[in-house]
């Protein structure tokens, strides 16, 4: 399955980098890392309005290269001047040929929060979100325990970081309540089958307290599918192919912002 083989190759790869430069010194660097965090948060809790998560993501599994002219500063800005609250960038390589430059490449460029998915699973990728200049970093609750969960959360809180945990199922769900999560993703994509039901979101999005950010990721493509959500009480979204794919990614957005 897709989402094995990510693993296993992620897993190589942080093995290389710990061999390049060891746990201590990366622990070392970014707690020393003086750099002023934009609180990802915040920037989703400013009431009264819509708030996108706009994804930098060249390519995926399920649907090969999203956009040929990636160009990642020019992208970023546009994101910002039309409304979007944070920068969320896939940073692994292979499958989604992304990179973690990237965050360190638009930061000077934008003012709003820079998120970095990834598939998460070890302290060093925490070390590194941290000095790679990303001010939040995604949990994937279905490959993690609560046990790691919590520590991952705790560990971005001391680098200043934020956590943003992701759900599919009832189950992936009670890890993350359990845990210390401020911020809850609902992802409608499965990820051992890439398929995509907006349904999940609908059906997760009661089961969650007050007092949670919630964001729903995957399959939102237009302004009817965030008024769905948003009769549910929910105004954070993370929309990553639908902008990806867009020839005039302003108007794209101007669409799903439309009142």
Sequence with gaps: ????????????????????????????????CSKQRRSLRKALSVPNRLHLICELKQASPSEGILKKNFEPRKIAEAYQSNG?????????????????KIPSQIRPAI???ILRKDFIFDDY??????????DAFLLISS?????EINHFIQLGKELELDALVEVHTQGDLRKALKSNADIIGINNRNL?????????AEGLIPMIPPGKTVVVESGIESRETIARY????????????????????GQKMSELLSP
């Design 111 to 113: 003012r709003i929060p």
């Design 1 to 32: 399955m897709i989402l094995e083989d990510i693993l296993k190759h992620k897993k190589d790869e942080v093995r290389a980098l710990k061999e390049k430069t060891p746990l201590q010194s990366v622990a070392r660097q970014a707690r020393s």
């Design 84 to 100: 979007a609250s944070a920068v969320s960038v896939l940073t692994e390589s292979r499958y989604f040929k992304g990179s973690s």
């Design 143 to 147: 490959i993690l325990t609560e046990s």
């Design 230 to 249: 948003h009769g549910l009480g929910v105004n954070c979204f993370l929309i990553g192919s639908a902008l990806m794919k867009a020839e005039n990614i």
């Design 125 to 134: 990728q925490i070390y590194e979100t941290a000095l790679i200049e990303a």
């Design 192 to 200: 051992k089958t890439l398929d995509v039901d907006v349904r999940v």
